[in-house]
């Protein structure tokens, strides 16, 4: 692990394996780097994986006020400029993680070489943000535990939970989270819409959706990968934090992916 400074801001970060092509690795809203300990390794045989805590998350420096997906995605390409990473690279992101990997393909189509995303957060619906807005004030105010059963029981299926000591370490780290850092995550997905860039996307694009996914069913994952030209679209029996539920299904997947788009 390392702590660099980068655009503006105080990430942890890690660089592992070796090779000639990168992948970066963006975890879900709530997440950290270590929602890629059993995805991140298998990767690195063969291709130098970065993965951090985005702003806000694990211990990268926290927010206060407004957050961008700009932000966001400027935070990788940094990343990349201290680790000498100039060629094209693959990412791969999960929920908000998916947003920011599809954003940074929109923003740097000339640094990347293709992009598969796990339920992509890319917005939420007009009619859902009173909610969700609601939502994020109290966990503001009251702090992350009083969100975590609905947390886990839509986002963390009880079907997934046979290891149950996988399940219990994510929960605790879940509730971890700083709370004014994930409800500026949180506002920075009900501004956004994304789908003028999506559509305007030319790398491969791989959108995965999980069928034990309450948060963002299948229905939502599809229609984002509806938009992109080309995007493939596979279903996968996982949930919303599917790095962490079923790092092997998705590690699979992502690779015959990425193999069969040379990227």
């Given at each position: 692990m390392d702590f660099i400074e980068a655009n503006g801001a105080g990430l942890r970060c890690e660089l592992s394996g070796c090779g000639e092509r990168s992948l970066v690795l963006v975890h879900e809203m709530g997440g950290s780097l270590e929602s890629w300990d059993e995805v991140a390794p298998r990767f690195a045989r063969s291709r130098r994986v970065l993965r951090y805590d985005t702003r806000g998350a694990g211990l990268s420096q926290k927010v206060r006020g407004e957050l961008t997906l700009d932000t966001m995605a400027d935070d990788i390409a940094a990343l990349l400029d201290h680790f000498g990473i100039a060629g094209k690279v693959a990412l791969a992101g999960v929920a908000v993680g998916g947003a920011i990997a599809l954003h940074?393909?929109?923003?740097?189509?000339?640094?990347?070489?293709?992009?598969?995303?796990?339920?992509?957060?890319?917005?939420?619906?007009?009619?859902?943000?009173?909610?969700?807005?609601?939502?994020?004030?109290?966990?503001?105010?009251?702090?992350?535990?009083?969100?975590?059963?609905?947390?886990?029981?839509?986002?963390?299926?009880?079907?997934?939970?046979?290891?149950?000591?996988?399940?219990?370490?994510?929960?605790?780290?879940?509730?971890?989270?700083?709370?004014?850092?994930?409800?500026?995550?949180?506002?920075?997905?009900?501004?956004?819409?994304?789908?003028?860039?999506?559509?305007?996307?030319?790398?491969?694009?791989?959108?995965?959706?999980?069928?034990?996914?309450?948060?963002?069913?299948?229905?939502?994952?599809?229609?984002?990968?509806?938009?992109?030209p080309g995007a493939r679209y596979t279903e996968l029996r996982t949930g919303h934090y599917m790095s962490v539920q079923t790092p092997e299904l998705l590690s699979d997947c992502i690779d015959e992916f990425l193999t069969s788009v040379g990227a």
């Open positions: 940074f393909a929109a923003r740097y189509p000339q640094r990347t070489s293709a992009v598969a995303v796990g339920s992509p957060a890319t917005g939420i619906a007009a009619e859902r943000r009173p909610v969700a807005l609601e939502r994020l004030a109290r966990i503001e105010a009251a702090g992350m535990a009083i969100a975590v059963e609905d947390a886990m029981l839509n986002g963390y299926a009880p079907e997934l939970r046979g290891d149950i000591g996988r399940f219990e370490r994510f929960r605790a780290r879940w509730r971890g989270n700083d709370p004014s850092s994930y409800a500026a995550v949180w506002g920075m997905l009900a501004a956004a819409d994304m789908n003028d860039e999506l559509a305007r996307l030319t790398c491969p694009v791989l959108v995965i959706g999980g069928s034990l996914d309450r948060v963002r069913p299948p229905p939502l994952a599809e229609a984002v990968a509806k938009v992109i």
